[in-house]
């Protein structure tokens, strides 16, 4: 069934016959015509068989001015007055731009230019808006005046279609007409180019004349263009708005008449490219097209040629790259050429950029898509007969043709697809992924774009009611802005294989069918994170280890994308800090993390930066914030004793230990006023070797005293250490009792008493031990070694407390004194209850049992501080884990910690809950790994692992070496640049379905053997007092006997003729 479909111009309602019917109604048309009224107007041509339609994508015309239908030709007779409908001759047209657009036709033997307004489809039959040039629509009288016109060939306008420039070929002049309220018939112009005045018509050659000029141009610019025709060239006028009459043209191209690249043969038609960058003219003497190139200049020679293989040929054709007497030209948006082939009764269409390459037309209108036919046709949508010039709408990119010899103009609707796109870079590249509620932008640059271009973001194609597409034709670029939603769904995570395609509508009348470009691949980052503030920024070192908050922006972590933190000395190489599986993503503004002690324990000032998730290196330089700095301060040193307190002038080279807290490895020791470098042994001692020189001889009078003090090493190169107190060493008289050494030196707090045994000389059995100047029973068992027991509550509460041994009868002053340190107690672990949970599990209450729970005890997850519920009583004590620790399954040490650093770590295990598949992480073997070991491989136990599941250390993929079968092994490959520094990392397994498993590794720094005597340099000898290294006795010197009485029997000392004989003790 045959339908009837409504036109939609001007609002004029009426019905187009289905082109499917028009063939039998030009045949009928034509019948009725020939018998009716005899000859028709134009002599007859043969019927034809029509090829069959095509899409509206063709050749075929679509709607006509000038007449009622497509199947007539009727013009007003010689002698008749026209009206607004109809034409004679056409030659000229022009359209313009906007909504509605207009439409100027030169009607040529009507002498005016018809004006017709249209929103996107011309109406048959539809009538003039206006006539100018006449003094009504139905007059065509010739004049030379303002007002009126002779022989009008050519039209052009600009794209407000508020200026129209008229070639009035008959009166040797070009016409401007500005219609600053709309054109009427009857409106003057206000330019005149080729004469002074308005009334003058004479032919002729100079710069400011012209002779029969037929065709005019508009560039983008305002710059006029003029096809000179009977002088064989074109002028171009510049700077139009200030232009008078009679202006001189500033260009003339075409030097003679010729058919060399820079001669002309009467050329009939102009027209410029969008962007005014190349000039086409119809050369119709010539039989070709030539094409400039800018910048134009007087007597340039063409670029290029259509319709001729050379420069030199001038020979007409009928093919799909020749042409006969060619008239009119016309170049769409997209650098698609169209020629009016006048001689040929057709116009050829030549696709974009043609005149760099492609010659061969791709499209013919008016031979039924037959390129080497040339004969008029009769009068129909599929035919032309000497047509003479040809225009394209900007926007829908429709052609009109004015059909000279059938008196009217054709409208073709959108003849040629629009082009498929190219993408050739994006150029925010890589884009950066925006924080919510922000919106993400990126540039398309390529070519082909066209309006109504949309972009398909990885195969989803980005709405344009959310979002903003802009094609920027002339910069051949697309700008796109994603709003809110679209930007957290496409570009809310990094993605770095992101297919980026164009769609440009197959027409502007098609916007459904698509044109697709390639696909380029685009990549996102996340952005660079930025560190506003750290708290603390600095401690002192060596403690035992503090929480650091790092607050920011731009920071993003989630399992699938984490983000990492270093922590790198100056002048060394980073280390990754554990970032708590508690920190929610995935925009956090604040990270809470432990700093482990082994960090702390050098001075210095440490880079801490925030990294957020790569993925590749394209993004490797722009993920990692700026760093701040956290200062490891060093702290002041104190000394707490001496190690002898004392020696007697004169003696030998000895070793002196200094006892005190916070010692760094490089202290020096200043003694008699020289900084002397020390042995460091821990940080509560360091051991300074005495010489002959440092000891005052026999002959000087005790007691000479020499200053000691100790000075950690410098924080910077510039800076100088923190020193410690003074501490007097004395030297005194050889026969002045003196202390050696304390059993014990350092006590556990109790309010249990316990005995304590001084080592000396010239002990007697006088001497009594002065605790805290407090005198104490005291038992006296030789020159060496005397004892006293120190009471209950003596030494309840941690602190020091000096000890000197004084005898009253002699003439020597009291020994100088010596300090047991009396500590905190060491905690101690046996259990805890219960000693795991369920990942998810609420807030739940831990009972630890031990000793050593005091009330300064802390207890620790990893370097968080746990609330205490239940305060300790010496054996256990109850603390609460809260639920925000107990998210993610894994191994988390608690640690029991008393002033002094003194502690205790037990294991607390998170279980997994079971997700069908996902993976667990049961162990790593090894357990750890040292700094600076090479070709490492580390070994996952677990379950869940599948082919596709990446493991992360800390944000860098492990490579994997193999997969057991039944998943639950893996082996993978440990960069060397991994074991840098010393610290734990966080090792995650991904599966594809995002579920994961996450636990904590060990770089252990490289094990160095290190002697745990203090006093003792010698490095296998565990006995502070006796410096033989074999002898475990301390009092008896002789290595093979053990017996601490008898110095010759090495067997029982008690047995055979010798008995034990116990020395009484003397209580004072």
Known sequence: MFRLRRSNGMNVPRYAVPRQLRFLVVLLVGALVFTSFGAPVHPPVAAQTLEPLGSSLDTTADQVI?????????????????????????????????????????????????????????????????????????????????????????????TAGDVLYVADTLNNRVLRFRATTGFSTTMPADLVLGQSAYTNSTAGSGPSALREPQDVALGPDGTLYVADTSNHRIQIFRNMNSATNGKSADVSIGTTEGSGPSQMRNPTGVAISPDGNKLYVADEGNNRVLVFQRPFTTGMSASAVFGQPNFTTTTPGTTSSTFRGPTGVAVDEQNNLYVADKGNNRVLQFNQNASDSDKVADLVFGQHNNFTTGSARVVSEFSLNEPTGVAVNPHFRDLFVTDSNNHRALQYFTPVPNPQPVISAIVDFPG??????????????????????????????????????????????????LGPDDTETLAGAPNLNIPIEVNNPRSPR?????????????????????????????????????????????????????????WTPDGGEPQNLPVPPTLVGPWPTQIILSVNADLLSQAGNYAIRVHNFSGGAICDNRVVSDPSTFAVGMPVPEIIDLVPPSEAVGTQPFTLTIRGNDFFPGAEVRWNGTWREATFIDSQNLVLNIGTTDIPGISETPPVNRVVQVRNPAPSPTSTGPTSNERTFVFVANTAPRITYLNPQTKEATDAGFVLTVFGVNLTANTIIQWNNQALPTFFIDSGQIFAFVPSGFIANPGTFTVVVDDPNDEHAPSQPSTLLVTYPQPRIDSMTPSSTDAGSPDIELTITGAGFITETQVLWGSTPLSITVAPSGLNMVVRLPSSLLTTAGSYEITVLNPGNLRATRTFQVIGEEQGDGPSIERFEPEFMEVGSSNQVLT???????????V????????????????????????????????????????????????????????DPIDPDPIDP???????????????????PDPTDPDPTDPTDPENPCSGERQCVWLPLVIR
């Open 1018 to 1036: 010698d490095p296998i000898d565990p006995d502070p007092i006796d410096p033989d290294p074999i002898d475990p006795d301390p009092i008896d």
């Open 952 to 1007: 992360l250390w800390g944000t860098t993929l492990l490579e994997r070496r193999t997969l057991s079968d039944e998943g639950d092994l893996m082996e993978l490959n440990v960069p060397d640049n991994l074991l840098l520094a010393a610290g734990e990392v966080t090792i995650r397994v991904i599966n594809p379905d995002n579920q994961f498993a996450q636990a904590n590794f060990e770089v252990r720094a490289a094990t």
């Open 432 to 481: 950066t992924v925006v924080p919510p509620p922000g919106t993400f932008r990126f540039r398309i640059n390529g070519r082909d774009f066209v309006e109504g271009a949309t972009i398909t973001w990885d195969g989803t194609p980005i709405l344009t009611d959310t979002n903003i597409i802009t094609p920027l034709i002339a910069l051949n670029q697309i700008s796109v802005q």
């Open 66 to 158: 000038g007449q009622g239908d497509l199947v007539s030709n009727a013009r007003n007779a010689p002698g008749n007055n026209p009206t607004d409908a109809n034409m004679n001759a056409p030659r000229g047209i022009a359209v313009s731009g906007g909504d509605p657009a207009l439409a100027f036709v030169a009607d040529h033997d009507n002498n005016r230019v018809l004006v017709f307004e249209f929103s996107e489809d011309l109406v048959d039959g539809q009538a003039a808006l206006a006539c100018i040039g006449q003094i009504s629509c139905e007059r065509n009288d010739p004049g030379a005046s303002q007002t009126s016109m002779r022989g009008p060939s050519g039209v052009a306008t600009n």
């Open 940 to 950: 996952i136990h677990g379950s869940g692992f599948v082919e596709d599941s990446r």
């Open 510 to 566: 098609d916007l459904e069918d698509l044109i697709t470009s390639n696909p380029l691949n685009y990549a996102i980052c996340l952005p660079k994170p930025t560190i506003t503030s750290l708290d603390p920024t600095s401690i002192e070192a060596g403690g035992f280890g503090t929480l650091l908050t790092i607050n920011g922006t731009n920071f993003y972590h989630t399992p699938d994308f984490p983000l990492s933190v270093t």
